[in-house]
């Protein structure tokens, strides 16, 4: 799908003198992996006011995604495209918002199709229907339109849900009729989410036994309580023993229950070149995407710690690509 677009993006525009520090950035991103390198020059994209210039850098990021082959990464990137793209080429924008995937299992971290969308919509309201009709799902925007529920009920991924998809959908609902709102809980009720040994989910400091699965129902019990309280016996089976929840519905934060240090360690011995390259190297070289993400992140920030504390990569015998990569997006962001 990627090489599709990357032949679309191969468009006729006016020259535009690209910034100085431009060549450097993509040199220092030949040298990463594919998705590090796309997470680079996205990140440059976003320092570039140029539209000719963002385009090209959005053309390459995604060139090397579809290189990566990694489904998630190619709708987290395509989406960022659309945010990206939206003042510079409005109609390309969206059209990778309509091909942006849908969620395609409880473990990906977003519906990038209404990711995408939801950018999009910020500047074009009336893209709302258009983004529901196209598949798209989580459009925060939508809940409020009670005239667009039975889009978003019928887009809503069922199995393939997340906690935040119940939360949406459960919040529109109390917009609608109570009749579609009993819809809506038969539909959430489907919802399994990941499983325990996956993700955990927490109320504040308390681990809830039942990971996301629990802490979906327990958002479903809270609507009925609060929505429909007449309508609790048609689900006395099915919430059991959490029928004593009360009403009230505290945060719930989801995580990854494999712990991932990665910025603690890489600050952990100071610019230490050779360290720094063993902690990288160990961590990042194959990973799924949310690990990619957090070494992404992880990476940047050890660049901005390290950079204002007036350390050079050079000096230090630093060696990863990825770490000098965003050393450099440090240095250039740090200027603007």
């Avoid at 924008?93 to 990038?112: E, N, V």
């Amino acid at each position: 799908m990627l090489l599709r677009w990357a032949t679309l993006l191969i468009v006729s525009i006016a020259s535009a003198a690209p910034p100085e520090w431009l060549p450097r950035l993509e040199q220092a991103a030949l040298l990463e992996t594919p998705l590090m390198r796309a997470d680079t020059l996205f990140s440059a994209a976003e320092l570039v006011a140029d539209g000719p210039t963002r385009l090209r850098l959005v053309q390459q990021g995604l060139l090397a995604v579809s290189a990566a082959r990694a489904e998630e990464a190619r709708g987290f990137y395509m989406a960022a495209a659309a945010e990206l793209l939206a003042d510079v080429d409005p109609a390309l924008a969206l059209r990778f918002a309509t091909d942006a995937p849908i969620r395609q299992a409880a473990a990906w971290q977003a519906d990038y199709r209404g990711r995408a969308f939801s950018f999009l919509i910020r500047r074009r309201p009336e893209l709302i229907e258009e983004a529901l009709r196209a598949g798209a799902f989580h459009i925060p925007a939508a809940a409020e339109r009670p005239e667009l529920f039975p889009l978003l009920l019928a887009n809503f991924p069922r199995e393939r849900a997340r906690l935040e998809d119940v939360e949406l959908l459960l919040r529109a609902a109390e917009a609608v009729a109570p009749a579609l709102a009993i819809e809506a809980v038969t539909v959430a009720l489907e919802a399994k989410g990941t499983p325990e040994d996956y993700e955990s989910a927490w109320i504040g400091d308390v681990k809830l036994a039942g990971g996301m699965r629990q802490a979906m129902r327990i958002r479903i019990v809270q609507h009925v309580r609060h929505y429909l309280p007449d309508q609790w016996s048609r689900w006395t089976v099915e919430f059991g023993e959490l029928a004593s929840i009360p009403a009230e519905r505290p945060a719930i934060r989801i995580e990854r229950t494999e712990p991932f240090d990665l910025e603690e360690r890489l600050l952990a011995k100071g610019p230490n070149g050779e360290y720094l390259d063993a902690v990288m190297r160990g961590a990042c070289v194959a990973t799924d995407f949310v690990r990619h993400r957090e070494c992404a992140a992880a990476a940047a920030r050890a660049a901005e710690v390290f950079s204002r504390q007036g350390a050079r990569p050079d000096e230090m015998g630093l060696r990863n690509a990825s770490l000098r990569a965003r050393w450099l997006l440090e240095e250039i962001s740090s200027q603007k």
